[in-house]
């Protein structure tokens, strides 16, 4: 019996202490949805536009302004060079001589055809007025004197054609061909010297998609090269190429004057500052208050104690800012510091108001 009297004894105490615990936490749950939130704390900035000053400055090559392989157009032996590399050459000027002993007696030959076709028709003519010869036998001669005239033409551009001339003025680079080489024409020609016009050079590189489209044609840059420290060169954007390679860059050309002073030579490398992308005022935020990376960027914006989470679209960075496109409007406030905690719409406190 008294045994009985302490497990009903145990049994009360144990239920007494499930209702305290029970009703303990009921309490706690009650306050805590009542009142008691957690507090995030946050310093914030305003959005401002600000002067971003970019340097984009980028290695290219350096090539002549024009820069021509000279071919044989007709077939023979060298019997003459005039030229060696390093020379000087006017546009014009011959380069090489090829046999034209058969092709001078040719011109000749077809010159004399041609006078001769010519004073026919003359007479021809003067007859027809007299109606000497009848309308087929003017048409005939007057067919002669234009086949004499088209032979004499081709005789005398083969004849030419073997004189070997530089079309463009510049310095020969490359001399393939000497006395007693021998040359071929069409289809397949000789290649028989290089000739570079380098009064004015020109800086080749690729430019990446995003700063093709900060430049325009006729931007000046500055360009300098490792050879002449402390000089710079004046250069002028002169094309931006509409089609990217499978890289997604897009070709550059920057032309500048070979000065004397200071002369250049093809092939050297230069490095190009873009001066243009300078000093433009633009909407820019602290690299650090960016949430995620720079792919996907994001901000939390703050509108009335609220922190809302924001997808920008960025442009390009400067020190410790980042240029924003997209997203944000110039006097909106934005978490820069303790964004890591939050979430969207989270309510706030400011640190520096």
Known sequence: MKQWKV??????ILVIIVAVLFMNKRKMAATTAGGIKDVYYVSVDKVAKKDLSETLSLVGNITANNDVNIISETAGKITAVFTKVGDYKQAGSVLFQVDDELKKAAF???????????????RFKTLYQQKSVSDSQLDQAKLGAAMAE??????????????????????????????GSMVQGAPQPTLVANIVDI????????LAERDAFLIKVGDQVKVTVDVYPGVIFNGRIESISSKGDESHTYPVEISINNERVHP??????????FTSLKNRETIVIPRESLVGSVKEPQV????????????????NQSGI???VLQGLMEGETIVVNGQNNLVDNLKVEILNK
């Open 7 to 12: 497990i009903v004894s145990v049994i009360v």
């Open 108 to 122: 000749m030959s077809a010159e004399a055809n041609y006078e001769k076709a010519k004073k026919d028709y003359e």
């Open 150 to 179: 088209a032979q004499y033409t081709v005789a005398k551009r083969q004849l030419e054609d073997t004189q070997i001339k530089t079309p463009i003025s510049g310095y020969v680079s490359a001399r393939y061909v000497d006395i």
């Open 199 to 206: 009064n004015r050079l020109k800086v080749k590189l690729n």
């Open 264 to 273: 250049l030579k093809v092939g050297m490398f230069a490095r190009v500052e």
């Open 300 to 315: 939390f914006v703050v509108e009335n104690g609220i922190a809302k989470l924001r997808s920008l679209t960025v442009g």
């Open 321 to 323: 800012y980042i240029q």
